[in-house]
């Protein structure tokens, strides 16, 4: 009986470590799994943010798409304005060519005037 009263102090020892130990252990691991959960709850509120962020972007683009095609029909209804300039250039061109074959035969004939001019005035005052 001896025997049982010196292993009754030691279990209750035992026992009371052994509770300690398991409290600790199940304390550690609320821990780890309240860290998992605080790190997984972080990672929603981020993809929830970026999720917005998304959101914005996608509605900027639908915004962008509706202009770009507000000016395709805008630029489309150009083309017959950029064709008539390109008609105004072309004829802008064969007019400065003819008005070039103009000035050289006007100076032509203003040669020819004066030379008959000098040629007149010369003759009339040698007499």
């Known amino acids: 009986m001896d025997n049982k009263k010196k292993d ?27 860290g998992t959960n605080n790190h997984l709850e972080l990672l929603e509120k981020m993809n929830m943010r970026v999720a917005e962020e998304y959101k914005g972007f996608g509605d900027l683009a639908s915004g962008l798409r509706v202009f770009v095609e507000q ?17 105004i ?11 070039s074959m103009l000035d050289k035969y006007v100076t032509l004939l203003e040669s020819r005037v004066q030379s008959v001019y000098q040629t007149k005035v010369h003759i009339p005052n040698q007499q």
Do not use: R
């Open 71 to 87: 000016l395709k029909c805008k630029s489309g209804n150009f083309n017959e304005y950029v064709e008539q300039i390109d008609n």
């Open 89 to 99: 250039e072309k004829q802008v061109t064969e007019f400065e060519a003819v008005v």
């Open 8 to 34: 009754g102090p030691q279990a209750d020892e035992l026992a009371v470590s052994l509770d300690d130990l398991f409290s600790s252990i199940s304390t550690m691991i609320k821990s780890e799994l309240q």
